[in-house]
Nanobody, 116 residues
Framework: QVQLVESGGGLVQAGGSLRLSCVVS????????MAWYRQAPGKQRELVAR???????DYADFVKGRFTISRDNAKNTVYLQMNDLKPEDTAIYYC??????????WGQGTQVTVSS
């Protein structure tokens, strides 16, 4: 059974930073893609950043220059470093991974709240 466990969310003031982590298990899963999404109240879930199957990184325009996605393959972990946070970044952040059979898996989400 594939599990994604996110951590690192919390309450931060505008301009502050947070680092989210997502551990994927079991380690035997063949991961193709890893990504972070977010969903704010009353809004649709949207892509924040991702690693494609080729290893390229993509970012949503609203986080370019502020957020960085990284990964540790040995630990099956993906990170999202979030700097210069803004109140509009407040959302539940979800980790997503796709395996070599095109299955998609989601974590339970971690709340990020940015106060003004």
């Amino acid at each position: 059974q594939v599990q994604l466990v996110e951590s690192g969310g919390g309450l931060v003031q505008a301009g502050g930073s947070l680092r989210l982590s997502c551990v994927v298990s079991p380690r035997t899963i063949s991961i193709n893609t890893m990504a972070w999404y977010r969903q704010a109240p009353g809004k649709q879930r949207e892509l924040v950043a991702r690693f494609t199957a080729s290893g390229r990184t993509d970012y949503a325009d609203f986080v370019k220059g502020r957020f960085t996605i990284s990964r540790d393959n040995a630990k099956n972990t993906v990170y999202l470093q979030m700097n210069d946070l803004k109140p509009e970044d407040t959302a539940i952040y979800y980790c997503n991974t796709g395996d070599s059979r095109y299955n998609s898996y989601w974590g339970q989400g971690t709340q990020v709240t940015v106060s003004s």
